[in-house]
Nanobody, 126 residues
């Protein structure tokens, strides 16, 4: 079981930028993927981005393509989500999560991730 802790959320103006961090610890397999999800009030949770720890391949939901960048630092056991050109619709609690396999299993085929952080709130003000 992995432990994941998100940080970096806060209040930001539309058009601004924010970087979220996910610290990962505990037992892990080499084929684990790390994903970012978000949930806005009254809406279902959606997958935002995902990165493979093995080959570095990435996934982005259409609404954030060209604005968000997911990256990793394997030596530091950190995964980041750089969010640029933020809009009010990005306001949500952002969670990082981990699971074995491929990003497409969870971001496209709707399988549940195994381990979750507690979330960090991002508010894009009007």
């Amino acid at each position: 079981q992995l432990q994941l802790v998100e940080s970096g959320g806060g209040l930001v103006q539309p058009g601004g930028s924010l970087r979220l961090s996910c610290a990962v610890s505990g037992f892990t397999l080499d084929n684990y993927v790390i994903a970012w999800f978000r949930q806005a009030p009254g809406k279902e949770r959606e997958g935002v981005s995902c990165i493979s720890s093995s080959d570095g391949s990435t996934y982005y939901v259409d609404s954030v393509k060209g604005r968000f960048i997911i990256s990793r630092d394997n030596d530091k056991n950190m995964v980041y989500l750089q969010m640029n050109s933020l809009i009010p619709e990005d306001t949500a609690v952002y969670y990082c999560a981990a699971a074995p396999g491929a990003c497409s299993w969870y971001l496209e085929d709707d399988y549940d991730m195994d381990d979750w952080g507690r979330g960090t709130l991002v508010t894009v003000s009007l």
